[in-house]
């Protein structure tokens, strides 16, 4: 099992900017693609940006292009989501995800999630 913990959520106005952090205690975060979901109330989970195990490649969904950045540092067991112009439409749980698939956008492919952070965007 891999335990996934998010850190980094919280309240920022609009334009504003966060990044999200998604450590792995057990030490195996280099073997997955991992990915970055969220959830707004009443809505259902939405993908919102992928990347390989070596960090090589990356996808994103098109509300968030040219706004997130997903990174990883495997050495330090990391993966990262940098969000910037955060737009109240951004408000949700976000959850981190480890998949054995290579670089999967739909979460029936993660095989670990973790607790979720929430990310509060005011107006």
């Known amino acids: 099992q891999v335990p996934l913990v998010e850190s980094g959520g919280g309240l920022v106005q609009a334009g504003g900017s966060l990044r999200l952090s998604c450590a792995d205690s057990g030490r195996t975060i280099s073997s997955y693609s991992m990915g970055w979901f969220r959830q707004a109330p009443e809505k259902e989970r939405e993908f919102v940006a992928g990347i390989t195990r070596s960090g090589a490649f990356t996808t994103y969904t098109d509300s968030v292009k040219g706004r997130f950045t997903i990174s990883r540092d495997n050495a330090k067991n990391v993966l990262y989501l940098q969000m910037n112009r955060l737009v109240p439409e951004d408000t949700a749980v976000y959850y981190c995800?480890?998949?054995?698939?290579?670089?999967?956008?739909?979460?029936?492919?993660?095989?670990?999630w973790g607790q979720g952070t929430q990310v509060t965007v005011s107006s």
């Open positions: 995800a480890a998949s054995t698939a290579s670089l999967p956008t739909k979460d029936y492919n993660y095989n670990y």
